[in-house]
T-cell receptor, first 114, second 113 residues
Framework: EPEVTQTPSHQVTQMGQEVILRCVPISNHLYFYWYRQILGQKVEFLVSFYNNEISEKSEIFDDQFSVERPDGSNFTLKIRSTKLEDSAMYFC????????????FGPGTRLTVT | GENVEQHPSTLSVQEGDSAVIKCTYSDSASNYFPWYKQELGKRPQLIIDIRSNVGEKKDQRIAVTLNKTAKHFSLHITETQPEDSAVYFCAATSNQAGTALIFGKGTTLSVSS
């Protein structure tokens, strides 16, 4: 069964550094998402991406964040200048073409900002 | 925007008992309500979902009920087993507000044998 994959599994970075988190969504899916989960808290929506553009974003997704689909398979989240409070698990998810339906989550990237 | 409240935050049951987790949502346009199970350090996995045109859905020991008028939905797990121990998240979304899932804060279910 196809799965969403994410790399790296764990990223440690210093405050102020740029990080890029990578995701490979399920190949025939059209909607892509980034969520984050601070340790012990709920999963929070960051951004959704459809038809090569951002379709919606949350208040968390400020100018420090950007997303890109550089080729036909990868979906990336860039944080330009990391802050301590960016430390969290970042989940990528993808969904088939229907408007509502199951979102399949990747295994996550644990980002630690020191 | 949508806001999802989930109760209780923790739930301890004996093996074989039933467990009920409740969620309320604020946006009347929401029409899709999934439940995810998350084991420690792992990805959220969908266990059951319900759409707004249905009042109840069942899959073996798991059922979900939806009351659109009251804007609440519940997860019911019968005959609980130790392997049911995990964090359970409810979520809501609508195709009018977008497709983002808005999650509740989660319920930590502990099933003791």
């Amino acid at each position: 069964e196809p799965e969403v994959t994410q790399t790296p599994s764990h990223q440690v970075t210093q405050m102020g550094q740029e990080v890029i988190l990578r995701c490979v969504p399920i190949s025939n899916h059209l909607y892509f998402y980034w969520y984050r989960q601070i340790l012990g808290q709920k999963v929070e929506f960051l951004v959704s991406f459809y038809n090569n553009e951002i379709s919606e974003k949350s208040e968390i997704f400020d100018d420090q964040f950007s997303v890109e689909r550089p080729d036909g398979s990868n979906f990336t989240l860039k944080i330009r200048s990391t802050k301590l409070e960016d430390s969290a698990m970042y989940f990528c998810a993808s969904k088939r073409g229907e408007v509502t339906g199951e979102q399949y989550f990747g295994p996550g990237t644990r980002l630690t900002v020191t | 925007g949508e806001n999802v409240e989930q109760h209780p935050s923790t739930l301890s049951v004996q093996e074989g008992d039933s467990a009920v987790i409740k969620c309320t949502y604020s946006d009347s346009a929401s029409n899709y309500f999934p439940w995810y199970k998350q084991e420690l350090g792992k990805r959220p996995q969908l266990i059951i979902d319900i759409r707004s045109n249905v009042g109840e859905k069942k899959d073996q020991r798991i059922a979900v009920t939806l009351n659109k008028t009251a804007k609440h939905f519940s997860l019911h797990i019968t005959e609980t087993q130790p392997e049911d121990s995990a964090v359970y998240f409810c979520a809501a979304t609508s195709n009018q507000a977008g497709t983002a899932l808005i999650f509740g804060k989660g319920t930590t279910l502990s099933v003791s044998s």
